[in-house]
C-alpha cells in the first residue's frame, strides 16, 4: 500500500462509517475497481479506530456524562438509576450480539462474506429494510404518535437495535445502517436513532479494532511504512468521520434515508452487472 492509497481508504472510511451506506463495503470494492489489493478485515478494522476518535470528539460531553454516571452509579451498587447510567449500561448491553456474533463467524466473516455477491446483495437488502422503516416512521407521523428521544429509549430498544448491530458484521449491510433501521422500526426519531446508533458504536468498534490490532499485528506493523499507512489512514478516516457525523445529524433533522436507499440500489445494481460481465472477481485472486 503506498501512502496515497491509504489517504484514499481514510476517507473512504471516514464518508462511509456513519453514512448508512457500508464502510466494509466501500473498503472492499473501492481498492477493487482501482486495481489495488483488498486491504483486509484486519486494517478495516483498525481505522475505524479513527472513527472511532470521531465518535469521543463530537460526543465528548455526552459520552464524559455517560461514562461518570455509570462510574458513580455501579460503584454505589445503583445500576442504572438515572438517564445516564442507564444509557450507559444499554450500550454494554447492546454491544453483546455483535461481540459474540464476532467470535463464533470470525473466520467466516473476514473470508467468505468479503466475496462481492455478498456485498452487492447486502447493499440492496438492507435499503428494503429502510424503505421500511422510512414508511412505518410517516405512518406514526401520520397517525399523530410521538417519535421517541432519545431520553425514552428503552432497553428493548437497545437489545434490538443491539441485535441489528451484528447483522452489520455482513459486508455491503452497514452498521450505522442496521442500527438506524432499528431505531426507526422502534419508534425513534431519525436523529435520534443516528445519535444512538453513533454510541453504540464505540464500545463495538473500539474491541474490534484493539483485537485486530493485536492478532495481526506482525502483518500490519511489519514496517516502518506499513506503521506510517495505518496511522495516515486512521488519522484522515478520523478527521472526515468527525465532517461526516456532523452532516448526517443536520441531515436527518430535515430529510429522510430514501438518498441512501438509491445509493445503495444503484451500486449494489452495479456491482451485479460488473460481476456478471467478469470486469470484478467476487474475490481478490478469484
Keep these: 500500500m503506498t501512502l496515497w492509497q491509504a489517504i484514499v481508504l481514510g476517507i473512504v472510511q471516514g464518508l462511509t462509517e456513519f453514512l448508512p451506506v457500508s464502510s466494509t463495503a466501500h473498503l472492499r470494492v473501492v481498492p477493487e475497481l482501482l486495481g489495488w ?3 483486509g478485515a484486519a486494517f478495516t478494522a483498525v481505522i475505524q479506530c479513527g472513527t472511532l476518535l470521531a465518535v ?16 458513580d452509579e455501579t460503584r454505589r451498587g445503583q445500576f442504572g438509576r438515572s438517564l445516564d ?97 432499528g431505531g426507526l422500526l422502534m419508534g425513534l426519531n431519525r436523529e435520534t436513532a443516528a445519535r444512538f ?46 465532517a461526516a457525523i456532523a452532516g448526517l445529524l443536520a441531515f436527518l433533522r430535515t430529510r429522510t434515508l430514501y438518498i441512501f436507499v438509491v445509493y445503495r440500489i444503484l451500486l449494489g445494481g452495479l456491482l451485479l452487472w460488473l460481476l456478471h460481465a467478469g470486469i470484478l472477481k467476487p474475490l481478490q485472486g478469484g
Excluded at 470528539?57 to 461518570?68: L, N, S, W
Excluded at 466473516?109 to 422503516?133: F, K, M, Q
Design 85 to 181: 447510567g442507564r444509557m450507559g449500561w444499554m450500550m454494554i448491553v447492546a454491544t453483546v450480539p455483535i461481540v459474540v456474533c464476532g467470535l463464533a463467524f470470525k473466520d467466516y466473516i473476514e473470508r467468505d462474506l468479503r466475496n462481492l455477491y455478498v456485498i452487492a446483495w447486502a447493499l440492496i437488502g438492507l435499503s428494503i429494510l429502510l424503505v421500511a422503516a422510512e414508511l412505518l416512521t410517516r405512518w406514526r407521523l401520520r397517525r399523530g404518535q410521538h417519535l421517541k428521544e432519545l431520553d425514552q429509549v428503552s432497553w428493548n430498544d437497545a437489545v434490538l437495535v443491539g441485535t441489528a448491530q451484528a447483522v452489520a458484521l455482513v459486508p455491503g449491510v452497514s452498521r450505522s445502517g442496521a442500527t438506524i433501521t
Design 56 to 71: 469521543l470528539a463530537y460526543f465528548r460531553r455526552d459520552i464524559a456524562r455517560i461514562g461518570f454516571a455509570w462510574l
Design 37 to 39: 489489493d483488498d486491504p
Design 197 to 242: 446508533s453513533f454510541l453504540l458504536s464505540l464500545p463495538a468498534i473500539l474491541a474490534a479494532g484493539l483485537y485486530e490490532l493485536y492478532k495481526e499485528r506482525a502483518v500490519l506493523l511489519a514496517s516502518q511504512a506499513d506503521i506510517l499507512n495505518l496511522v495516515v489512514c486512521t488519522v484522515v478516516s478520523g478527521v472526515v468521520g468527525y
